[in-house]
C-alpha cells in the first residue's frame, strides 16, 4: 500500500476503520490484536508527520513523497510497518519505521545488545529488528541497489512512554544507529522530527514507486564475502569429508556441463544420503562454491523446510556475514509461493471456481492472470534446499487433512515451485527423516514433477556409506537400523562388537536414571564438548508460552521424572526447548544471553529441532511412545504429544474419514524415524535412559550379542 503522506494522514482521519481492513487483507493477519494495534498506533503516526513545525518537510513529502504501509520485503517473511520514501539531499532514501504499541513499564536492559526483558520475557530488541530490515534492503532490494538508494530506520513507541530502558548499556551503540522514539512532546519535537528531516529533504516519487515494485537481488560483493568466509577452512565449521566431497565435485561438474550444453535448460540434482552423511555441510559448501566462481549469474539461496531449520541457518549464516543481513541469503520453502492466498481463494470462489487442491495446476495458471506473482519464474540462478524431505506435497496420498504449516495447499508442492523458480535446483535429502505428517516429499515424487514440467535434465547423487557422526562407524547406523526394523528380535546383521570395532569408535551406554544422563554429559562439557538432551514428543509441552519456564516448580515442567537412589527419592525435571519468538536458534546454537548458554542441559529438544545438526554428546530419552512387547516394536498412542501428526494419529486409534478399525503401522514408521534421528545426532556418543523395563531388557540383549 503505496500513500502520498498526504492521502495517508486524511485517510486515517476520515476512513481508519477501513485502512484497518485493507491492512488486514493485504497481510493476512485478522487477529484483534493486531487490528487494535493498527487503530493505535497509525494515527498517532499522522500526527507526527502532520505537525506545524514540520510543514516544509511534509509538504513536499505529501505533494509527490510517499509512504509504504505493511510493506513486505521482497521474497521475505518479514513486513515493515512503514516505509517513508523520499531522498536525501544526493540519494534517494528511505525510513524503516517500526512501531510498537508497548506499556514499557518495568522493562529492563537486556543481557546483551539485541535482547531485551519486555515485561519479564526476554524479546528481540525492537531495534535490533529495524537494523535486520535495513541491512536486507541495502542487501537485496534492486531499487536500493538500481538508485543507489540511503536506507536508515528506527523504533516509534507509540505510547508516552520512557524509553530509556531501550537505549541504555548494552543497547546504546545500537540505538545509536537505529534509535528509538516515542509519543512524548519533547521526542518528537527534539528528536524524532530531526531524525526524519536530516534524512529525507524532498520527495523522489520514481524511487518510490521503484522501491514499492522491487524484487530480490543478492548484493555480489555481499554474497562473495560470505562464501569466502564458509570456504574458509581456519573459518568454515564445515568441513567436507568423503563422501561429501565426491558428491561436491560432481555437482560442481553436472554443473559446469550444463553450462555449456544445457545453459538454456532448468536442472534438478537430488542428493541422497542417511544421518550423518553430511548432506547439511555439502549444501553450505555449494552455496559458497557458486556463490564464489562465477559458474552462474543470478541469485544463490539456501532453501530451508521448517521454521526451526531456518532460525538455525539464519544464525549460521549471520554469523559468517557478521551482519543481519546474512539472513537474507536463507530462503524459507514457504516464500516460493507466487501468492496464493486464502483471501484470494476465496475470492475465487465466489466467481464460480472450485480452488481444490487435486487441481493446484489451474489454481495457479488463474493466479498468474489475476495477479502479479509474488516470486516469479527462473527469479533464482541456483536454490539449494536442505532437509527437502519436509518439504510439502498436499497432493501426496493420505495428505488430506495435514497441517500445511503456513504453506498454500491450493498451490501444489513446494518442489514443484523450487523448481519453478530456480534455473538449477539441488535437493538435499533422506526420506526416512520425513518425520511429520506434512513432510510428504520423497525423491521419486521430485523427479516426476521434474519430468512433468519438461525439465530433462535430473541427476541422482547418493552418499550412503559415508558417515561423520557416530565415531565415523557405519556400522553404527546399520545396527541401528537393525534395532528399530521389525525383525530386531533376530540376529543383527551388525553385531554390537562389529560397530565398536569398526570405521572408528562410539559410545553407547545405556544408564539407570536420567541423573545419570546429566552425570556423564556434564563431565564432557567440562572438557569443552557440546552436548544436549533430546526426546521424542512423548511428553506434553505445557511450558510453550510461559514466560520463565525455567523458574517453574520441578511439577509444572515437561519432564519431572522421580529417581531414587540409595533410598532417597529425587526428581529429575526439564522443560522442552524454550524458543521465545520461534528462535530455535537458542537450543542448537546456545545464544549468548540464552538460559541453554549458561546450562546446556537445561532443556530437552526434540527431533524436529535437532534434525540436520550434531553434537558431541547426546542424552536420549527413550520414552513410552515406542515400547517393544514380545516380539514387536508397539505404539503407544496415549503418549505421542506431536501435534504435527494428526492423521497418522487418528489412524493409529481407529478414528478419521474410513473408521476401519486401529491401524497404527504409519505411526509406528514414524515413530521409529524419529528415534533414528535421536540416535544419529551424535558425534563421539550417546547415553540413553529408557524409560519402559521390557524395551530396555530388549535392547540390552542386543548390545550384548
Not at 115 to 137: E, K, M, N, T
Not at 434 to 453: C, F, G, Q, V, W
Not at 666 to 674: D, M, P, S, T, W
Request: aromatic share 10%; proline share 5%; hydrophobic share 40%.
Amino acid at each position: 500500500m503505496l500513500f502520498q503522506v498526504g492521502e495517508f494522514c486524511e485517510r486515517v482521519e476520515t476512513d481508519l476503520s477501513g485502512l484497518a481492513d485493507e491492512l488486514q487483507e493485504l497481510t493476512g493477519r485478522f487477529g484483534d490484536e493486531e487490528r487494535r494495534a493498527w487503530m493505535s498506533s497509525l494515527p498517532k503516526l499522522s500526527i507526527v508527520l502532520a505537525k506545524p513545525d514540520l510543514s516544509s518537510f511534509h509538504l513536499s513529502l505529501g505533494n509527490s513523497g510517499q509512504v509504504a504501509f505493511e510493506y513486505r520485503l521482497p521474497a521475505s517473511s518479514s513486513w515493515c510497518d512503514a516505509v517513508l520514501l523520499g531522498q536525501s539531499q544526493n540519494l534517494p532514501a528511505a525510513v524503516i519505521l517500526e512501531l510498537k504499541e508497548w506499556d514499557l513499564t518495568g522493562d529492563v536492559p537486556g543481557p546483551r545488545e539485541s535482547l531485551i526483558y519486555h515485561h519479564g520475557s526476554l524479546l528481540l530488541h525492537p531495534a535490533d529488528q529495524v537494523r535486520g530490515y535495513v541491512q536486507y534492503c541495502r542487501r537485496f532490494h534492486s531499487a536500493v541497489a538500481d538508485y543507489k538508494a540511503l536506507v536508515d530506520g528506527c523504533v516509534f513507541f507509540t505510547s508516552k512512554v520512557n524509553p530509556n530502558a531501550y537505549k541504555m548499556p548494552p543497547h546504546d551503540l545500537l540505538t545509536q544507529s537505529f534509535p528509538v522514539f516515542s509519543f512524548t512532546d519533547d521526542n518528537i519535537n527534539d528528536l524524532f522530527v530531526p531524525f526524519l528531516r536530516q534524512r529525507l529533504a524532498v520527495p523522489a516519487p520514481d524511487f518510490a514507486d521503484a522501491f514499492d515494485r522491487g524484487v530480490y537481488r543478492q548484493d555480489r560483493n555481499f554474497v562473495t564475502q560470505v562464501a569466502a568466509t564458509i570456504s574458509d577452512e581456519a573459518k568454515s565449521p564445515f568441513v567436507l569429508l568423503d563422501e561429501q566431497r565426491r558428491g561436491y565435485e560432481y555437482v560442481l561438474d553436472e554443473i559446469d556441463k550444463r553450462m555449456v550444453v544445457h545453459a538454456q535448460e532448468k536442472m534438478v540434482i537430488v542428493v541422497e544420503g542417511p544421518p550423518g552423511s553430511g548432506k547439511s555441510v555439502l549444501a553450505a559448501h555449494l552455496w559458497a562454491s557458486l556463490a564464489q566462481s562465477g559458474r552462474v549469474d543470478g541469485n544463490i539461496v539456501f532453501v530451508t523446510t521448517s521454521g526451526c531449520q531456518r532460525k538455525n541457518w539464519e544464525n549460521l549464516f549471520e554469523r559468517m556475514s557478521g551482519e543481519k543481513a546474512g539472513r537474507g541469503l536463507v530462503m524459507p520453502a514457504n516464500r516460493f509461493n507466487p501468492g496464493l492466498s486464502p483471501i484470494w481463494i476465496k475470492e475465487q470462489r465466489e466467481l464460480g471456481h472450485a480452488m481444490l487442491v487435486s487441481e493446484w495446476r489451474g489454481n495457479n495458471d488463474l493466479y498468474h492472470v489475476t495477479k502479479k506473482p509474488k516470486i516469479s519464474e527462473g527469479e533464482f540462478a541456483v536454490a539449494i534446499v536442505d532437509e527437502a524431505h519436509a518439504l510439502i506435497d498436499p497432493t501426496a496420498p493420505g495428505a488430506e487433512g495435514v497441517p500445511p504449516s503456513g504453506w498454500a495447499m491450493h498451490a501444489g508442492p513446494q518442489a514443484y515451485h523450487v523448481m519453478r523458480c530456480s534455473d538449477v535446483s539441488i535437493f538435499l535429502m533422506d526420506s526416512e527423516q520425513s518425520y511429520r505428517d506434512n513432510e510428504t516429499t520423497t525423491p521419486s515424487s521430485i523427479r516426476k514433477l521434474a519430468e512433468e514440467m519438461g525439465i530433462d535434465h535430473v541427476v541422482t547423487i547418493s552418499l550412503a556409506g559415508s558417515q561423520f557422526r557416530c565415531g565415523g562407524s557405519a556400522a553404527y547406523l546399520e545396527w541401528v537400523e537393525h534395532v528399530l526394523s521389525h525383525d530386531s528380535e533376530a540376529a543383527p546383521s551388525a553385531t554390537w562388537n562389529r560397530v565398536l570395532n569398526k570405521q572408528g569408535t562410539f559410545e553407547l551406554t545405556i544408564v539407570d536414571d536420567p541423573l545419570a544422563l546429566d552425570e556423564h554429559l556434564k563431565r564432557h562439557l567440562t572438557d569443552g564438548r557440546t552436548a544436549r538432551l533430546a526426546a521424542t514428543y512423548a511428553r506434553e509441552w505445557k511450558t510453550k508460552g510461559v514466560t520463565k519456564p525455567h523458574e517453574l516448580p520441578h511439577d509444572k515442567k515437561d519432564f519431572a521424572i522421580s529417581v531414587s537412589r540409595n533410598g532417597q527419592e529425587r526428581v529429575w525435571a526439564k522443560i522442552w526447548n524454550y524458543v521465545p519468538e520461534e528462535d530455535y536458534s537458542l537450543f542448537i546454537q546456545g545464544t549468548d544471553g540464552s538460559a541453554i548458554a549458561d546450562d546446556p542441559l537445561c532443556e530437552v529438544g526434540c527431533p524436529y529441532v535437532i534434525r540436520g545438526f550434531d553434537f558431541d554428546y547426546l542424552g536420549v530419552l527413550w520414552l513410552s511412545d515406542l515400547v517393544w512387547r514380545n516380539d514387536r516394536w508397539v505404539a503407544q498412542v496415549d503418549h505421542v504429544h506431536d501435534s504435527a501428526l494428526p492423521r497418522t494419529k487418528k489412524a493409529a486409534k481407529g478414528e478419521g474419514k474410513n473408521r476401519k478399525g486401529a491401524d497404527p503401522t504409519e505411526l509406528i514408521k514414524r515413530l521409529q524415524r524419529g528415534y533414528r534421528i535421536l540416535l544419529s545426532r551424535a558425534i563421539h556418543g550417546i547415553y540413553l535412559w529408557v524409560e519402559d523395563e521390557e524395551t530396555r531388557l530388549h535392547l540390552q540383549r542386543l548390545m550384548v550379542q
